[in-house]
Each structure stands twice: as structure tokens, then as C-alpha cells.
């Protein structure tokens, strides 16, 4: 199947979802409105689909992974609204709109961000309605807690901050982005691994290759910040160097972090085709998160 086909099409299935499980929330009508509002900003939706894409890879329902898909997804836009922070990264625009404190004030926007957090666990036991076996939900969850929690992303996070204006090695950087953008990547994968059925080799292979993938990304994002268009990207571009951030492309330079991003996705491919599959789907994100320009 063509990416941008079942990219389209899914995407919209994904928030269809994500919106129909917003809607059942009762909550207080601002609280709702500030997650809704940082929900419908908008963005790729890429982690929702790297678990459809991978379910679709193991000749699964894509309908089944849903729930994992939105649950990742609440978690993923919860880190984007408490980064936007003036204690965190203080970014006035998100996606070309105004952050969700610009908006809501500091404190709906935690608590939004809160809120996303812990409901998207709640999303996760909708999995029992697909007859997803208890212990395989509860493994799923463990994993989610673990990829979004001090040992991954939010771990990442701190590393970020405290090595803001610090002279950071190459490991120090692929630390931070493992756990910062990389956890939280590549348990989209390896989710759609779990509940399409992969061996323990397969979920293993996906684990190397989900590694790469994730650090392309963000050498990807780091290149982005410098020669990307602004209007694209939905925010100014500049704010790695703003913030004294060690970033792939100061570390090694424009052409090294090309060179390294070239490497990270021919690292990907090279694993990807070692693991029997029934789409190109994971394949050609490569090549869409290798370009992308935004």
C-alpha cells in the first residue's frame, strides 16, 4: 500500500477515535476544552500510526490497535503542552497556534497535561473489547509506563534540561534522544508487535530498528530547527540554539548530522528486511521521516 494513502486514511480513523473516547470523558468543561484543544492542534499522528502500520505488517486488524494508537497519542501531546512550559522550553506556538498556557493559563495547561496522562491508561483497558487477553493488556501497560516514565521519555526530558549550556558528548545526546523521543517511537512499534503476534526474535529486531528510527527522527527535528521553513515546522525555528541546547548538527556540524541521519535509516532498512513482513508500510516511514519537513 502507498504511505500517503494510508497515511490519509488513517490518520482520520485515529482521530475519530481519539475524539469518541474524549467524548465519553465527564470532566469539567474547561479542563476538557484544554485537552481537546491541544488534541485537535493537529500534527502527523506518526506514533498511532507506527502501531497500525506494524499491526498491518503482521497481517493484523488495524481496528485492534486502536486503543494502544490514541493512548499513545494523550501521552505524546501531554509532554508537547508541559514542554511548551515557560519553566520548560517556553514556546509560545505549537503547530502554528498559540500554546495550550497561552491559552488556558499555566495551570489548566498541567493539569490538561495530567489529565491526558493518566486517561490515557483508562483508554488502554477499552483493549479487554478487542478480547486482547488480560496479561497481554497489562503487559502493554507496563511497557507504555515504562517508555513515558523516568526510565524513557521524562527521563530524557531532565537530561535535556540539565544539559542545557553543557558541553555534551554524542553519547550524552543519543542518551536524551533515546529516552526523550525514542521511547515513546519505538513502543509504538513494538505494541503493534505484541498485539500483532511477533516472535520474541521479531519484537527484538523491531526493538534495534525502532532505535534507529527514533534517533533519525530527532536528528531529522534538529536539522529542521535551523534550515526549516517556519511556517511549515508551526513555530520559529532557532530555539534549540536559543535555549544553549547541544544539538546533532552543533555537535557535529550540518554535514556530519546529515551523514549520521543517513546512517541511522540505512541502519533501520538493513534490520527492517531481516524480519519477514506483508507490507513495505515501516519501510517507507523511513523514507518519510528521513525528508519529512515538518
Given at each position: 500500500?502507498d504511505?500517503q494513502?494510508?497515511?490519509?486514511?488513517r490518520?482520520?480513523?485515529?482521530?475519530d477515535a481519539?475524539?469518541?473516547?474524549?467524548?465519553?470523558?465527564?470532566?469539567?468543561?474547561?479542563l476538557l476544552e484544554?485537552m481537546?484543544?491541544s488534541?485537535k492542534a493537529g500534527g502527523?499522528?506518526?506514533?498511532?500510526?507506527?502501531?497500525?502500520a506494524t499491526?498491518k505488517?503482521?497481517g493484523k486488524?488495524?481496528?485492534?490497535?486502536m486503543?494502544?494508537?490514541c493512548?499513545?497519542?494523550?501521552?505524546?501531546?501531554?509532554?508537547?503542552?508541559?514542554?511548551?512550559l515557560?519553566?520548560?522550553?517556553?514556546?509560545?506556538?505549537r503547530?502554528?497556534?498559540?500554546?495550550?498556557?497561552?491559552?488556558?493559563g499555566?495551570?489548566m495547561?498541567?493539569?490538561?497535561g495530567d489529565a491526558?496522562l493518566?486517561?490515557s491508561?483508562?483508554?488502554?483497558?477499552?483493549?479487554?473489547?478487542?478480547d486482547?487477553?488480560?496479561i497481554k493488556?497489562?503487559?502493554?501497560?507496563?511497557?507504555?509506563?515504562k517508555?513515558?516514565?523516568?526510565t524513557g521519555?521524562?527521563g530524557?526530558q531532565?537530561?535535556?534540561?540539565?544539559g542545557?549550556?553543557?558541553?555534551?558528548s554524542l553519547?550524552?545526546?543519543?542518551y536524551i534522544?533515546?529516552n526523550?523521543?525514542?521511547?515513546?517511537?519505538?513502543?509504538?512499534?513494538v505494541a503493534?508487535?505484541?498485539?500483532?503476534?511477533?516472535?520474541?526474535?521479531q519484537i527484538s529486531?523491531?526493538e534495534?530498528f525502532?532505535d534507529?528510527?527514533?534517533l533519525?527522527?530527532?536528528?531529522?527535528?534538529d536539522?529542521?530547527?535551523i534550515e526549516?521553513?517556519?511556517?511549515k515546522?508551526g513555530?520559529p525555528?532557532?530555539?534549540?540554539?536559543?535555549?544553549e541546547?547541544v544539538t546533532?548538527p552543533?555537535?557535529l556540524?550540518m554535514?556530519g548530522?546529515k551523514?549520521?541521519l543517513?546512517y541511522h535509516i540505512k541502519?533501520?532498512?538493513?534490520?527492517?528486511?531481516?524480519i519477514p513482513?506483508?507490507?513495505?508500510?515501516?519501510?517507507?516511514l523511513?523514507?518519510?521521516?528521513?525528508?519529512?519537513?515538518?
Amino acid at each position: 500500500m502507498d504511505l500517503q494513502t494510508f497515511m490519509k486514511d488513517r490518520k482520520k480513523l485515529v482521530e475519530d477515535a481519539l475524539f469518541s473516547y474524549m467524548n465519553a470523558v465527564k470532566a469539567p468543561e474547561v479542563l476538557l476544552e484544554s485537552m481537546n484543544y491541544s488534541l485537535k492542534a493537529g500534527g502527523k499522528r506518526l506514533r498511532p500510526l507506527l502501531v497500525l502500520a506494524t499491526l498491518k505488517s503482521f497481517g493484523k486488524s488495524e481496528e485492534l490497535g486502536m486503543p494502544v494508537a490514541c493512548a499513545v497519542e494523550m501521552i505524546h501531546t501531554y509532554s508537547l503542552v508541559h514542554d511548551d512550559l515557560p519553566s520548560m522550553d517556553d514556546d509560545d506556538f505549537r503547530r502554528g497556534k498559540p500554546t495550550n498556557h497561552k491559552v488556558f493559563g499555566e495551570a489548566m495547561a498541567i493539569l490538561a497535561g495530567d489529565a491526558l496522562l493518566t486517561h490515557s491508561f483508562e483508554v488502554m483497558e477499552d483493549l479487554l473489547n478487542y478480547d486482547v487477553k488480560p496479561i497481554k493488556v497489562v503487559t502493554l501497560m507496563k511497557e507504555l509506563a515504562k517508555a513515558a516514565g523516568p526510565t524513557g521519555m521524562v527521563g530524557g526530558q531532565v537530561a535535556d534540561m540539565e544539559g542545557e549550556g553543557a558541553q555534551l558528548s554524542l553519547q550524552d545526546l543519543e542518551y536524551i534522544h533515546r529516552n526523550k523521543t525514542g521511547k515513546l517511537l519505538g513502543y509504538s512499534i513494538v505494541a503493534g508487535a505484541i498485539l500483532g503476534d511477533a516472535t520474541e526474535e521479531q519484537i527484538s529486531k523491531l526493538e534495534q530498528f525502532a532505535d534507529h528510527l527514533g534517533l533519525a527522527f530527532q536528528i531529522r527535528d534538529d536539522i529542521l530547527d535551523i534550515e526549516g521553513d517556519a511556517a511549515k515546522i508551526g513555530k520559529p525555528v532557532g530555539s534549540d540554539t536559543l535555549n544553549e541546547k547541544v544539538t546533532y548538527p552543533s555537535l557535529l556540524t550540518m554535514n556530519g548530522a546529515k551523514e549520521k541521519l543517513e546512517y541511522h535509516i540505512k541502519e533501520a532498512k538493513r534490520i527492517l528486511e531481516e524480519i519477514p513482513l506483508e507490507s513495505d508500510l515501516l519501510g517507507q516511514l523511513c523514507d518519510l521521516i528521513a525528508k519529512r519537513d515538518h
